[in-house]
DNA sequence: ACTCCTCGAGTTCC
DNA sequence: CTCGAGGAGT
């Protein structure tokens, strides 16, 4: 090596030790004073050193570390947020507002764990954005937004920029990977003067701290981020690996503390119901003060034990309350009130507010859910009303000030008798709530309301057909129902919005700007042509059946498999699917044998729609095909399923039954015989039965072929009971079906496995007595090797 | 028969 | 987000 190279590698490592040092230093000062609140250096000296670092780094790109403070000031615009699915779901909490409520939180709790006093962690409730951040052997790799809960997006560009977030976390033996759960937030001074800055721009000011801070950290640039002076708060935990997780909650916080994250002062560990109170009074009286927004007190049951023995009930834990504080109030006055036809004709009053600021927002319309709440209310025309956003999202009318109802008083609300869209009647059914228009897809409300909800995203997804464009196709009637989508021309779609335009007052600029139009209506029929091929279960939703949303439609995609099919099935062949009992098998039998709606299901494969990822039937059906369910799925009164069984012991087939008419010889009681001879002399119930033995003959015959034997888990059933902490019984259910396993319902000598959760009943103590074997989520993910 | 939970439907504002 | 209704478990 030569003198030059020796020197410059001296002067190399001269300059990474600089870089190291002064990364390390001005970390300690932002954390000092931004976390701490306690500045060790003045501002200048810090600026000194950054700007030295920042230079040092320019020269020396491989030095720049990778928890280097220069990479706070926002890197170049992103395209777009990636998506980030979460290792542990983001759960919301369960909400309580009353003394009453948290009485019964804890009385739960207590029951739950068999203890007489419990110990909580509690905290203040930011209004905020709760956020994930990853660090992997201490260093900070990824920032993620909530989302659904299970998948967010990658918003880490934006969270480096939060100077209370080290970059690397402080202390030895850091964990491999630790998920810290926080709240991003603005604190109402940032805000006050943020919103000054944006008035002195001339730009849009923000409504509320936390629409700004959600603005803030959906920037696509994170140099605007790094402006906003956003800052973020630890409460919780997500994936943790190589390192012990804390016993309890509390000490989960004093950890983040050591590990140089910011943690909120105001907590504390309290016992008991009374200790709860305490808190929240005590917190409720220093709010004002408070340099940011909270809505409430979080209570945890510190014990982290005791919160994995309490468990998760649906999407939120048995162990934590969100404890609120009351909605703010406001009062307005009712300028009108209208009706909305929805989709399924429900006429829902709704109240046209004068415009009031209230929790954060204008709100200028309340919902009056149905005739029932506004005679309760007893709101009418020109009172003034008490509003609230009620669980801080939807506006709601809570109570009318009589003392300042005019005189004379305005005449009682009276629901409109007749739709106000097509002047159909409106009919409420004996017991429901809703009031409904009669007119069906006659009415222009429901006809437009049942394309948008075909169009939506979670359906046939049509991007760019919007409210508007579906109004002004169903009136220019170029478009009576969704299959009409399927014919629509580049001339049709322009002719309709240039009236539409037109209609709207429209700039004339739009109006010159013929390739505009024509390229939205390119890109529209684009859309609409991708639509053609929807995933079965999507098709199924997009129709609009009552009672079947999502979750329905997917069950009867991967049961039967084939539109075909689920098009033909009678109510009793439905009625033996998981989740469907008699109502929505009629609902959906019914409107498949509607004619009108045959007609439309034709015109919509006539225009080329295809359902894909139609596979034969689900290998379980077979079960769910057993003759006496079925027979006894029909409903036939005073059919009971022993009853139908002795039917069928008794050598009579369905097809027989659609011909017998006289069922006595069968040694029924009289009574029973009678009631089928009465049902069985109905033409169409014969019909039906013929079709449904038809039916399930076909059904049997593409069944797969004992697809049971494959899988780790061929030959082994499984029963699942209580509630598990993670997965959902259909998760699990599926899991292990997935891996040739059987799930049943009840614990017998051939069960193989119990798998119990929290609050296992009767299932458990039998598998007990049985000797079967008992696994927990954990054991039952180890054995199916997860 | 009763109770708990999930799903569907409707709604507001940015 | 909330409500009601339907479904399933006890």
Redesign the pocket.
Known sequence: MTQDAKHAERADAAAADRAAWLTAELNRHLHAYHVLDAPTIPDAEYDRLFIELQELEAAHPDLALPDSPTQRVGAAPLGQFDAVTHVVPML?LN?GFSDEDIDNFDRRVREGLDAGQVDYACEVKFDGLAINLRYENGVFVQAATRGDGYTGEDVSANIRTIKSIPLRLHGEALPDVLEVRGEVLMFKADFAAMNERQRAAGQKEF?NPR?AAAGALRQLDSRITAQRNLRFFAYGIGELTGAAMPDQHSALLDWYEQLGLPVAKQRAVVTGKDGLLDFYARIGKTRPAMPYEIDGVVYKVDSVADQRALGF??RAPRFALAHKFPAEEALTTVQAIEV?V?????I?P?ARLVPVFVGG???????L?NEDEVRRKDVRVGDTVIVRR??????EVLAVVLDKRPTPAPAAYVLPDTCPVCGSHVVREE????ARCSGGLTCAAQRKEAIRHFAGRRMMDIEGLGDRYIDSLVEANLVHGVADLYRLTLDDLLKMKSDADERDGATPETVRQGKVATKWADNLLEAIAISRKPPLERLLFGLGI????????KTLADWLGRFELIRRAPAALLRVL????????ESIADFFAEEKNQQAIDALLAAGVAPQGEHPPKAQLREKLDEVQLLAAIGIPKLTEPRAKQLLQAGLTLEQMALQKIFTVYGLPATVAGALEEWAASEPNRTMLMSLSALRAELLAQLPEAAADEGPMAGRTFVL?G?LPTL?R?AAGAMIEAAGGKVS?SVSKKTSYVVAGAE????LAKAEALGVTILDEAALLALLGK
Not at 342 to 346: L, M
Not at 546 to 553: I, L, M, Q, Y
């Open positions: 919301s909400n409504v629409n009930v649906s909305q929805g989709r399924t004709g429900a829902t709704v927002v204008t709100v200028t319309n309340a919902t859910h009620a669980g801080d999202v939807i506006p017991g429901e709530a809703v009552r009672h079947v949303g999502e979750s329905t439609a998981p989740d469907i009992g008699g109502t929505v098998a009971t509630t959902s259909d319902g296992a009943g009767s299932k």
